[in-house]
Structures are given as C-alpha cells and as structure tokens.
C-alpha cells in the first residue's frame, strides 16, 4: 500500500505563509486524486484541498483564494502552499488518496504540524 510523508509545517504568525510537501512511496500516477486533510484535538479530520490528475482543483470554502494544491508526479508529490494563515488553520495536516480515504482503508502517515500565531 502506498505511504505518504509530509512536511514542511511549523509555527507562524497570522497572515504568514508555510508551503507543505506530500511524497509518495510509490508514482502518483496511478491515484487519479489527492488530497490534503487536516485535524485538531476532538474534531474529525477534514478535507482542505484535493486535486485529480488532470489537475482540477478544488477547495474547502474557509481555505479558497488563500492556499493552493499542486502535484508533480514526476517528484510523487504533493504541494499545499499556504498564504494568509489564521490561527483558526493550526491543526496536523495530512495528505492520501481521495478514492481509499472515501472508502475506509487510507493509511494515515504522522502528518505536520501547523501552528498560527495571533
């Protein structure tokens, strides 16, 4: 099964900036959608952002217009880049397959921890 390892994550002031990276264990090729997940303490882990291999595109409403996902499969990996931080955006990020989170056998890896500042 493919593993993923992310990184990139670290403490910033509100209004920073932190550009998280996803590798793969194995080519993106053949996983049609990413994407990247984060969760804090109690809560459910939530989607933030996916993309598919044609590179479309979409976003949880609290995070458009201010991060970004991209994928290389040629690197197995996966960008968020992230701008105009809130407090309200801490949380562990985590990156997987869309299509084996939705159906219940994701391996989770030990995600990054974001940390906003205000």
């Known amino acids: 099964q493919v593993q993923f390892v992310e990184s990139g994550g670290g403490v910033v002031q509100s209004g920073g900036s932190l550009r998280l990276s996803c590798t793969a264990s194995?080519?993106?090729?053949?996983?049609?959608?990413m994407g990247w997940y984060r969760q804090v303490p109690g809560k459910s882990r939530e989607l933030v952002a996916a993309?598919?291999?044609?590179?479309?595109?979409e976003y949880d409403e609290s995070v458009l217009g201010r991060f970004t996902i991209s994928r290389d499969n040629a690197k197995n990996t996966v960008i968020l880049q992230m701008n105009g931080l809130k407090p309200e955006d801490t949380a562990v990020y985590f990156c997987?397959?869309?299509?084996?989170?939705?159906?219940?056998?994701?391996?989770w890896g030990q995600g990054t921890q974001v940390t906003v500042s205000s």
């Open positions: 997987n397959s869309r299509l084996r989170v939705h159906t219940g056998v994701a391996s």
């Open positions: 194995r080519s993106l090729a053949t996983i049609q959608a």
């Open positions: 993309i598919t291999s044609e590179e479309h595109t």
